[in-house]
């Protein structure tokens, strides 16, 4: 933790101290410790998906919960399944999904039966209509079917009190089919994980202002708060705040509950980074780490309140790489979901990028094939972590790894959002 006021050699990072903190050791750091937020809500199977289930959800009837016709057709008693076809039987009723399973079918008859339709008492099997003729109150079988045949049994899906989902999935549709089978109208989810997002930046103007000379709008919450969306998150706005610890304590007071906070900007340790500062202010503690990594070689970590805190570089890259490595794990493990740190792909450049750094490297990519052999990508832009139409015009961002000129590993920006 820092203090206010001007700098000293102690204060200020040493640009010529050894390279950092590798990635990997710091996020086991931001990780120590962390658990799935508490507390539980009752949500729609409707507008659960991709939210962590609680608990197990038993099937509270056989699934199906009765013998049904997997065919629309004609519906045969046991005793009528030794007779060689063609044979004719006279035509006894129907039954449509939906209607009541009615009376047996008595052998010698036959009734006309919809998929999804319960088989009555005595039904043994169901000729499907493209094998049968219909003559006014006679069918004629050119088939005569096995015993079962198109008939779905009770239970044969899951069986009554069997465990449909596990507690702690990630409801995906796949899941939420057997939610609604099961008929349940909510389901015990995870409550949210709140977060906070806040720019901070006496240069930043809001949107729709004029700048004044020596401003700039403000790209980082747009973009954090597309990366860090998902349906596992409540995000909260707090706005850009200006460089001045007073405010910025003000601000993280008004916050309220939050579980984590993602900031960027003042991290760098200058006269004019006071976010530290504020955060003790406002009763929190954090400390700015130097990462081997580029960008976001600065990055401040700890907790205010409740709250983890994450600051990020205020040059847009650096939020979106310190986003995608550390802020989307660090969700999804308070989310009660696997933290899963980005992997990527193998991939090769179509050249040597200029200006390496012997450090983990992450620049905007543009996708040039992906097919048989492999993927090949093109760095796009001069390596600045201030650049946008680099990042805009990307499809995902290209790991540089230390000592290798082309080889590369590929994360397509799909990949790097926290409700991917
Ligand atoms: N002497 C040194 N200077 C800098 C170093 C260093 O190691 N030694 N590191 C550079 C790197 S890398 C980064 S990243 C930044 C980190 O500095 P801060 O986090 O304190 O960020 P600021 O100074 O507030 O801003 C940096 C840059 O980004 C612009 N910015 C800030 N917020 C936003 C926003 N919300 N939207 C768009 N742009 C934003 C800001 O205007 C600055 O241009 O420090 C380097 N300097
Ligand atoms: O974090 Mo800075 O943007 O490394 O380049």
Same mark, same amino acid.
């Given at each position: 933790?820092?203090?206010?006021?001007?700098?000293?050699?102690?204060?200020?990072?040493?640009?010529?101290?050894? $390279?950092?903190?590798?990635?990997?050791?710091?996020?086991?750091?931001?990780?120590?410790?962390?658990? &799935?937020?508490?507390?539980?809500?009752?949500?729609?199977?409707?507008?659960?998906?991709?939210?962590? /289930?609680?608990?197990?959800?038993? &099937?509270?009837?056989?699934?199906?919960?009765?013998?049904?016709?997997?065919?629309?057709?004609?519906?045969?008693?046991?005793?009528?399944?030794?007779?060689?076809?063609?044979?004719?039987?006279?035509?006894?009723?129907?039954?449509?999904?939906?209607?009541?399973?009615?009376?047996?079918? =008595?052998?010698?008859?036959?009734?006309?039966?919809?998929? %999804?339709?319960?088989?009555?008492?005595?039904?043994? &099997?169901?000729?499907?209509?493209?094998?049968?003729?219909?003559?006014?109150?006679?069918?004629?079988?050119?088939?005569?079917?096995?015993?079962?045949?198109?008939?779905?049994?009770?239970?044969?899906?899951?069986?009554?009190?069997?465990?449909?989902?596990?507690?702690?999935?990630?409801?995906?549709?796949?899941? /939420?089919?057997?939610?609604?089978?099961?008929?349940?109208?909510?389901?015990?989810?995870?409550?949210?994980?709140?977060?906070?997002?806040?720019?901070? @930046?006496?240069?930043?103007?809001?949107?729709?202002?004029?700048?004044?000379? !020596?401003?700039?709008?403000?790209?980082?919450?747009?973009?954090?708060?597309?990366?860090?969306?998902?349906?596992?998150? +409540?995000?909260?706005?707090?706005?850009?705040?200006?460089?001045?610890?007073?405010?910025?304590?003000?601000?993280?007071?008004?916050?309220?509950?939050?579980?984590?906070? $993602?900031?960027?900007? &003042?991290?760098?340790?200058?006269?004019?980074?006071?976010?530290? =500062?504020?955060?003790?202010?406002? %009763?929190?503690?954090?400390?700015?780490? =130097?990462?081997?990594? #580029?960008?976001?070689?600065?990055?401040?970590?700890?907790?205010?309140?409740?709250?983890?805190?994450? @600051?990020?570089?205020?040059?847009?890259?650096?939020?979106?790489?310190?986003?995608?490595?550390?802020?989307?794990?660090?969700?999804?493990?308070?989310?009660? /979901?696997?933290?899963?740190?980005?992997?990527?792909?193998?991939?090769?450049?179509?050249?040597?990028?200029?200006?390496?750094?012997?450090?983990?490297?992450? #620049?905007?990519?543009?996708?040039?094939?992906? !097919?048989?052999?492999?993927?090949? /990508?093109?760095?796009?832009?001069?390596? +600045?972590?201030?650049?946008?139409?680099?990042?805009?015009?990307?499809?995902?961002?290209?790991?540089?790894?230390? !000592?290798?000129?082309?080889?590369?590993?590929?994360?397509?920006?799909?990949?790097?959002?926290? !409700?991917?």
């Amino acid at each position: 933790m820092r203090n206010d006021g001007a700098p000293t050699a102690a204060t200020l990072p040493d640009p010529c101290a050894p $390279v950092g903190l590798d990635t990997g050791t710091a996020l086991a750091l931001i990780l120590e410790g962390v658990e &799935a937020v508490a507390g539980e809500e009752a949500v729609s199977p409707m507008l659960a998906a991709g939210r962590a /289930l609680l608990r197990d959800l038993p &099937a509270p009837a056989p699934l199906p919960p009765f013998p049904n016709a997997a065919m629309d057709g004609y519906l045969l008693a046991e005793p009528d399944l030794a007779r060689a076809a063609p044979f004719t039987l006279p035509l006894a009723g129907q039954r449509f999904a939906g209607d009541a399973p009615g009376e047996a079918l =008595r052998p010698g008859t036959t009734i006309r039966i919809l998929t %999804g339709a319960v088989v009555p008492p005595g039904g043994a &099997a169901v000729m499907y209509q493209e094998r049968c003729e219909r003559h006014g109150d006679a069918v004629t079988f050119h088939q005569t079917p096995l015993l079962g045949a198109n008939i779905r049994g009770a239970g044969e899906d899951a069986g009554a009190g069997s465990t449909l989902l596990r507690g702690g999935i990630r409801l995906e549709p796949q899941h /939420l089919a057997l939610a609604g089978a099961a008929g349940a109208a909510t389901l015990p989810l995870r409550r949210r994980v709140r977060v906070g997002l806040m720019s901070t @930046g006496s240069e930043l103007a809001r949107p729709g202002e004029a700048l004044r000379p !020596g401003q700039i709008h403000d790209s980082n919450r747009p973009m954090l708060a597309a990366l860090l969306t998902a349906p596992f998150v +409540s995000l909260q706005d707090l706005g850009t705040v200006p460089d001045r610890p007073d405010l910025l304590a003000q601000t993280l007071r008004d916050a309220g509950d939050l579980d984590l906070l $993602v900031t960027t900007g &003042a991290v760098a340790g200058s006269e004019a980074d006071h976010l530290p =500062r504020a955060i003790a202010l406002a %009763g929190g503690s954090v400390a700015v780490q =130097r990462l081997a990594l #580029r960008p976001g070689k600065p990055l401040l970590h700890g907790s205010l309140g409740q709250a983890r805190v994450l @600051g990020f570089g205020g040059n847009p890259l650096a939020g979106f790489v310190g986003a995608s490595l550390f802020a989307v794990p660090l969700i999804r493990a308070l989310a009660g /979901l696997p933290p899963a740190p980005p992997r990527g792909r193998e991939a090769r450049l179509d050249e040597v990028p200029g200006r390496r750094v012997d450090r983990r490297e992450f #620049r905007p990519a543009q996708l040039l094939e992906d !097919g048989a052999d492999g993927v090949l /990508l093109r760095c796009l832009g001069p390596g +600045s972590s201030a650049r946008l139409m680099p990042l805009a015009a990307a499809d995902g961002l290209a790991e540089l790894l230390p !000592g290798e000129p082309l080889r590369v590993r590929f994360h397509p920006f799909a990949s790097l959002l926290a !409700g991917s």
